[in-house]
């Protein structure tokens, strides 16, 4: 069987909506449940997450053999693994800030400007399969494990994310420029070497142009642009669950 992505379609509303519906299905399932039930549940949607990602890349290994799409460093692959994490000991505040403010609104990102599944001459195909599902899990996951309190954050967890994001962000510019060299095809983990098809990413790209340092190339201008949108959508990420939080407290 063959279908064709179209954006904007009724079925890519479905994809929009879909994460949310099923996130708060199973919150008002769950939410009178024991804590380990919840847990039970979220560990479960994790392992479908990192069954998905590992079908995909075992795939992508097959029939292209290694390259940089065979190494899970894009925000969508350790998204996966992320939200297991947290879902096995929500305790890891960092990991869960790191989840919730970078990796859920990246994914969510992913699921409504899909224009990279218009490329897919078949979407029915292991890849854009693990694409839909996955991005779209990915959104539901990290809100059950918000509206479960799984994810519970504060500023403090919220300032050491910044920490360990900034630095793999910087680095991300060099593994791709390494890559590209070594496998001579484009390395794109974090979008940091190009914007891909996402159209407000697009239209940051075009702002600057391409300069080269040290063997390094980039555009300053969409790493600088990229870097403080990351920031300022983490911290609105963060501001949302702690509204959850003031919520689910006034309710006790």
């Not at 890559?179 to 239209?203: H, K, M, R, W």
């Not at 959508?233 to 003031?246: E, R």
């Amino acid at each position: 069987m063959q279908a064709q992505f179209e954006m904007w379609s009724m079925f890519h509303y479905f994809m929009v909506v879909f994460p949310f519906v099923l996130a708060v299905i199973l919150y008002i399932f769950t939410r009178d449940k024991a804590f380990a039930v919840k847990r039970r549940v979220a560990i479960a949607m994790g392992i479908i997450l990192v069954g998905i990602l590992a079908t995909r890349q075992i795939y992508v290994f097959g029939t292209d053999g290694l390259g940089p799409e065979v190494f899970p460093f894009h925000i969508s692959h350790f998204a996966n693994i992320l939200l297991l994490i947290v879902a096995i000991n929500p305790n890891l505040r960092v990991t869960s800030a790191i989840a919730w403010c970078l990796a859920v609104p990246a994914g969510l990102a992913a699921v409504v400007f899909a224009d990279a599944l218009e490329t897919y001459s078949n979407v029915l195909s292991i890849r854009g399969l693990s694409y839909i599902l996955g991005h779209m899990l990915i959104v539901a996951t990290g809100l059950y494990l918000l509206l479960t309190e799984m994810i519970r954050i504060d500023r403090r967890a919220l300032l050491k994310a910044y920490a360990i994001v900034v630095p793999l962000y910087v680095l991300s510019v060099i593994v791709n420029n390494w890559f590209t060299d070594i496998f001579n095809e484009q390395s794109n983990y974090l979008f940091t070497y190009a914007p891909g098809s996402a159209a407000p990413l697009v239209y940051l790209y075009s702002l600057g142009s391409d300069i080269t340092v040290a063997g390094v190339t980039f555009n300053p201008v969409y790493i600088l642009s990229l870097t403080i949108i990351g920031a300022v959508v983490m911290f609105l990420m963060y501001l949302l669950a702690k509204l959850w939080y003031v919520r689910q407290d006034s309710n006790l």
